[in-house]
């Protein structure tokens, strides 16, 4: 059987007419079933992409969905450690839900066992996703302002620029950190993908001191097609 993963993040009407193209040519190239598994990361689009496609007066056909429903809340550390990739996938479902905190704290506690560079990644996958209040909450557990680091975590992130960003707000002042923080994340994960950042991306990015517009890039970079997409008004 052939998987083709579809990430999801709003309703598009488009995606009802190439995603069964997808399966068909999947099914004609590779000579077995194939499935479009659509991962929708809010429930109403999981709702949406559940629905069936009439491809004609006699055949329907509809893709394997995964929402937030379907995926288990990891609260527990150990549960956590044992299934990392799950834990991350939990963060970043449930990073709205009122188990928000939890999840996140669990899914954190995995990043240094990931391979180098997609714990970064993942970081602000789940970092990115929270709301305003599990951020402030997580922000007051970790208290960055007296923050001497012990996990190793920290050490790993520092090389990659992460907490260089932090440790820069400390003096510097904290939003001035957070940016440098999330340019630097920005990088690591086009890096990461294998998106090539030319002299206009980087003067884009290193003049940019709007946090909140850093992030939504951030956010675009996981699945981005390319960096003008990513950077795009």
């Known amino acids: 059987m052939v998987l083709i993963a579809e990430i999801q993040l709003s309703a598009d009407a488009d995606k009802l007419y190439s995603m069964p193209s997808y399966a068909m040519s999947a099914r004609s190239r590779y000579r077995c079933p194939a499935v479009v598994v659509v991962i929708a990361v809010d429930e109403a689009v999981a709702a949406w992409a559940r629905r069936p496609v009439q491809l004609d007066p006699y055949n ?12 288990p809340r990891v609260t ?3 549960e956590a450690l044992a299934h990392p990739y799950l834990a991350v996938l939990s963060a970043r479902m449930h990073a709205k839900g009122p188990d928000a905190l939890a999840v996140a704290r669990a899914a954190l506690q995995v990043l240094p066992a990931l391979p180098d560079d997609r714990d970064v990644v993942y970081l602000d996958v789940i970092w990115s996703a929270l709301g305003a209040a599990a951020r402030l909450a997580l922000e ?16 790993q992130a520092l090389e990659k620029g992460i907490a260089q960003g ?20 920005l ?5 990461t993908r294998g998106l090539t950042l ?23 970079a996981v699945t981005a097609a390319s960096v003008d997409d990513v950077l795009a008004d």
């Open 60 to 71: 329907e056909w509809r893709p394997l969905v995964i929402g937030p429903a379907d995926v």
């Open 76 to 78: 527990d550390v150990a």
């Open 140 to 155: 007051a557990e970790l208290n960055f302002a007296n923050y001497v680091p012990t996990n190793p975590f920290y050490y």
């Open 166 to 185: 932090l440790e820069k707000g400390l003096k510097e002042g904290r939003e001035a950190g957070r940016g440098e923080g999330e340019r630097d994340a």
């Open 187 to 191: 990088r690591v994960i086009l890096r």
């Open 198 to 220: 030319t002299a206009d991306h980087e003067g884009r990015i290193a003049a940019c001191n709007d946090v909140t517009v850093l992030r939504e890039w951030v956010a675009r």
